[in-house]
């Protein structure tokens, strides 16, 4: 096994650098004045372009070729597909393409940051054309290296596997029962009475109930911290995950979510094989699994009645008292439960994110495959918002189509993990409710049962299960929409 152990051995050597390009990331985006972006923007993608030729080096076909013809048991010829997958991703760029798109990247987002706050599309355009365009040209170059569709052959960045065809599919069932559904909750919320936040809720005391609730959920803060950020994220390495949250100090409805999110992100990286650790085999099996554990914590988990019950009470602890009727946990249920067609993704409720992830799906599958250009989207994205949720954003960019930061550095082929995601965490949720009674764990405030069936199914499995594998393994099934239709329809009809 000396050449599996040479390429494991290679592969840590890239990861550590990876570590430094995570937290440089981080700070980037939570921390560093804006003076420093031009130099770090220049330092991060000669980064990228090292890792890029680490990927890369021309001893490694040779390895790849001998290491398949040594004794390895069943983990480590799967820690073998992965390695040579992730060295076949990087091997067919040309590093002057890495680097202009890290540049171009870093360049939009920060640009991106003010132009979203003053709607301005003319500015963020001529950035953003440059970003599309290496984007598309990194498609092509994906696609002529493995046969698929440029789209699809991005969207294996983060869905191994998963393709247009499978997706179309999918989102065409969702598209035939949603606005249905979403119109007949709307329609019977429409006469409950609920009672919003309406005080001043300092960050301190936000950050504050935010830590608590991490500690309900577990999170290692010897591996981990939160902090603030434009758009709220989780990033950093699984021995040092950093989340991000940000505060609106007229109300914590959305903070407070944030983080219970994030840090299902973060719990998932926490719990991946250590032993695995600086091998692809080691890392998260893809965005979807990614966001599954996410939004199980923040939807699935974050949003039933008993822990509802916890955050009532923790909140009323930190902002007001028990006497204050928001606090009630039949308000604060209604709080979390509550549908409404809005302009924000990132601030949409369970039933109606489907439809934002949807609209960007099409928009972003179209673009890369050249069939329109980027300067039609704000106009797509307002005939699409109309269709889907009945609201123009026309004029409105800022609350449109400049809303996300992920199209910003190129990141086209991500969008779709969000709703997959959704799906898989009510299967997964379906799986553990056979051997776990849910409600009751979390009632008692130990969650550790939760916990426990996670990692054993999913987070200690890392990358040595295929994305279908590892949820047949989990639930006895590949993925079934079903089981998050019937979700949506128990919880709110």
């Given at each position: 096994?000396?050449?599996?152990?040479?390429?494991?051995?290679?592969?840590?050597?890239?990861?550590?650098?990876?570590?430094?390009?995570?937290?440089?990331?981080?700070?980037?985006?939570?921390?560093?004045?804006?003076?420093?972006?031009?130099?770090?923007?220049?330092?991060?993608?000669?980064?990228?372009?090292?890792?890029?030729?680490?990927?890369?080096q021309p001893q490694l076909a040779e390895w790849f070729d001998k290491a398949q013809n040594e004794p390895l048991d069943d983990e480590q010829k799967a820690t073998l597909r992965e390695l040579k997958r992730h060295w076949?991703?990087?091997?067919?760029?040309?590093?002057?393409?890495?680097?202009?798109?890290?540049?171009?990247?870093?360049?939009?987002?920060?640009?991106?940051?003010?132009?979203?706050?003053?709607?301005?599309?003319?500015?963020?355009?001529?950035?953003?054309?440059?970003?599309?365009?290496?984007?598309?040209?990194?498609?092509?170059?994906?696609?002529?290296?493995?046969?698929?569709?440029?789209?699809?052959?991005?969207?294996?960045?983060?869905?191994?596997?998963?393709?247009?065809?499978?997706?179309?599919?999918?989102?065409?069932?969702?598209?035939?029962?949603?606005?249905?559904?979403?119109?007949?909750?709307?329609?019977?919320?429409?006469?409950?009475?609920?009672?919003?936040?309406?005080?001043?809720?300092?960050?301190?005391?936000?950050?504050?109930?935010?830590?608590?609730?991490?500690?309900?959920?577990?999170?290692?803060?010897?591996?981990?911290?939160?902090?603030?950020?434009?758009?709220?994220?989780?990033?950093?390495?699984?021995?040092?995950?950093?989340?991000?949250?940000?505060?609106?100090?007229?109300?914590?409805?959305?903070?407070?979510?944030?983080?219970?999110?994030?840090?299902?992100?973060?719990?998932?990286?926490?719990?991946?094989?250590?032993?695995?650790?600086?091998?692809?085999?080691?890392?998260?099996?893809?965005?979807?699994?990614?966001?599954?554990?996410?939004?199980?914590?923040?939807?699935?988990?974050?949003?039933s009645e008993p822990f509802i019950e916890h955050l009532a009470t923790l909140a009323a602890r930190y902002f007001s008292g028990s006497e204050d009727k928001v606090f009630a946990q039949a308000n604060f249920q209604k709080?979390?439960?509550?549908?409404?067609?809005?302009?924000?993704?990132?601030?949409?409720?369970?039933?109606?994110?489907?439809?934002?992830?949807?609209?960007?799906?099409?928009?972003?599958?179209?673009?890369?495959?050249g069939h329109i250009k980027h300067t039609d989207v704000p106009e797509l994205w307002d005939h699409k918002m109309q269709a889907y949720l009945g609201l123009s954003t026309q004029g409105n960019n800022q609350n449109g189509?400049?809303?996300?930061?992920?199209?910003?550095?190129?990141?086209?082929?991500?969008?779709?993990?969000?709703?997959?995601?959704?799906?898989?965490?009510?299967?997964?949720?379906?799986?553990?409710?056979?051997?776990?009674?849910?409600?009751?764990?979390?009632?008692?405030?130990?969650?550790?049962?939760?916990?426990?069936?996670?990692?054993?199914?999913?987070?200690?499995?890392?990358?040595?299960?295929?994305?279908?594998?590892?949820?047949?393994?989990?639930?006895?099934?590949?993925?079934?929409?079903?089981?998050?239709?019937?979700?949506?329809?128990?919880?709110?009809?």
């Amino acid at each position: 096994m000396d050449v599996f152990n040479q390429l494991v051995q290679h592969s840590k050597k890239i990861s550590h650098f990876n570590h430094l390009a995570a937290i440089c990331g981080w700070d980037q985006a939570a921390v560093m004045p804006a003076g420093g972006a031009q130099a770090r923007s220049e330092a991060m993608a000669q980064l990228s372009v090292h890792i890029h030729s680490l990927h890369t080096q021309p001893q490694l076909a040779e390895w790849f070729d001998k290491a398949q013809n040594e004794p390895l048991d069943d983990e480590q010829k799967a820690t073998l597909r992965e390695l040579k997958r992730h060295w076949q991703q990087a091997n067919v760029l040309p590093e002057a393409l890495v680097q202009a798109k890290s540049l171009a990247g870093s360049k939009c987002e920060h640009a991106w940051r003010t132009q979203r706050k003053n709607n301005d599309w003319i500015g963020f355009e001529k950035n953003w054309a440059e970003v599309v365009t290496l984007s598309q040209q990194e498609a092509q170059i994906r696609a002529d290296a493995t046969g698929l569709t440029p789209y699809d052959a991005m969207l294996d960045l983060y869905e191994p596997g998963t393709t247009t065809q499978s997706l179309d599919a999918v989102f065409s069932d969702v598209k035939t029962w949603l606005p249905t559904l979403i119109d007949q909750v709307i329609e019977k919320q429409r006469a409950e009475e609920i009672i919003m936040p309406t005080g001043h809720y300092p960050a301190e005391k936000q950050k504050a109930l935010g830590l608590e609730v991490m500690k309900l959920l577990q999170f290692d803060f010897e591996h981990g911290r939160l902090d603030e950020s434009v758009h709220p994220f989780c990033g950093g390495v699984p021995t040092d995950v950093r989340i991000t949250t940000r505060y609106n100090e007229s109300e914590f409805i959305q903070s407070l979510m944030g983080i219970v999110h994030e840090t299902g992100h973060a719990r998932y990286e926490q719990g991946l094989p250590k032993h695995l650790a600086g091998t692809p085999a080691g890392e998260a099996r893809s965005m979807g699994i990614h966001e599954s554990q996410s939004l199980f914590f923040e939807m699935q988990m974050g949003r039933s009645e008993p822990f509802i019950e916890h955050l009532a009470t923790l909140a009323a602890r930190y902002f007001s008292g028990s006497e204050d009727k928001v606090f009630a946990q039949a308000n604060f249920q209604k709080i979390y439960t509550r549908a409404e067609k809005g302009f924000i993704r990132v601030d949409a409720d369970e039933l109606t994110y489907p439809a934002h992830v949807i609209l960007r799906y099409e928009i972003e599958r179209d673009l890369i495959n050249g069939h329109i250009k980027h300067t039609d989207v704000p106009e797509l994205w307002d005939h699409k918002m109309q269709a889907y949720l009945g609201l123009s954003t026309q004029g409105n960019n800022q609350n449109g189509c400049m809303q996300d930061i992920h199209w910003t550095d190129g990141a086209f082929g991500y969008f779709p993990s969000y709703t997959l995601g959704a799906m898989y965490a009510a299967q997964f949720m379906a799986a553990m409710k056979k051997t776990v009674d849910v409600d009751a764990t979390i009632r008692s405030g130990d969650l550790s049962p939760i916990f426990t069936w996670l990692a054993d199914n999913i987070w200690r499995k890392g990358s040595l299960l295929t994305t279908d594998e590892l949820v047949k393994q989990a639930t006895g099934d590949v993925l079934n929409a079903q089981y998050f239709q019937e979700h949506l329809k128990n919880r709110y009809l």
